[in-house]
């Protein structure tokens, strides 16, 4: 009988180990492949979102100003490509804010004034006009990253997230950011009803009321969980009808330490900067093949030429190092791998789709293709 208790003991040591391990190491040794997506004369900045289903096949996009160029992810070749029009009867009155891609190529485009244009390919089948003022009643809304701003939960029920930030504060020596703000997420119907709006604050302190990517809000939408996680916390919370109804603290193995960006005032103008040993969170992504889900987060920058002060000369300027975690269903840790990009480049997408993570290179051989590297996801499942 004593014998039996110890190898229980034993098998549960065991197993406690086996699902304690955890895969760490650099992201460049897991590196099993690459693709050059095309990219023609006229085609600007390509930022690729997250791929959505085609004649049931998986394909993944980029928006860039209203521009939605769709691509085979295995072979880089262009499938097709569209262009919102920006005026006439079909564009989006008050202009466009933003928009994204999902299946059946059905395309959404919003503005922060509550206009909202569905599109089936190039084709305009509705126009929606969500009432603001009954949302918020003061202050001014954004919309962040297309990649987390409009989310389809079924046919008739739609999200929207929003950034309160007001960039132009510093002018009136307000803080940009209202911290007892709560309306980050509404959801609204095919007519243009509100259904809710969500009540919760952001997890900082006073030091953040004017940091300007705090209200950045991070969202994810997998298996029917819409997901959401502030640039500045380890906290991911579970929404349903604008409420949180879970909460998770996401573990991991190497430390991470939040300061809130600082505005540097140079007479009627500035700069928000970014301590350099302050991680931030960039994005949260997912695969349905493998069923795993991955947070970007920045966690160290290396500035040189300090002086430059501009955000768009300073681009390419500092030396970013990355975290990549890499989690299971139940947001349980598998793997963190480490990334940097050297002065001269920058991470400009990544993207995951058909059991691979998609980033771009450092460097780019040629203006007639975008070059990424590729690592196979089914090596992190166990």
Known sequence: MKKLFYLSIIGILISCSEKAEVITGKLEDFISGE??????????????REPILIDGKEVVYTEWNGMFQFFDAQTGSRLTQFQLPKEGPNSLKGGYHGGKA?????????????????????S???????????????????????????HILSENEFEITFDPFEIMSFRTKKDGLDLEFGSWIGKFDSLGNWLCKSDFKAPYDETYANSISAGKLLRLLENGNSWAMFPFSDSLYLIKDCKI?????LDGLTPKTYFPELFIENGNSGSWEKPDNSAMNKHLLYDSKTNLRVRVTLINQIRTKPEIKDIRQRMFLNETTYLLSIYDEAWNLKAELEFTYPVGSRLENIFLSSGYIYLNKSEQKSEDEYEFHKIDLSRFIN
Do not use: H, W
């Open 35 to 48: 693709v050059s997506f095309e990219r023609d004369e006229k085609t600007g900045f390509m930022g690729f």
């Open 102 to 122: 999902f299946d059946g190529l059905i395309l959404i485009a919003a503005n922060n004034i509550g206009n909202v244009n569905f599109y089936q390919s190039d």
């Open 124 to 150: 305009l089948f509705r126009t929606l006009k969500l009432d603001m003022n009954s949302y918020v009643s003061k202050g001014y809304l954004e919309l962040p990253d297309p990649e987390n701003s409009l």
């Open 245 to 249: 109804i879970d909460r998770k603290k």
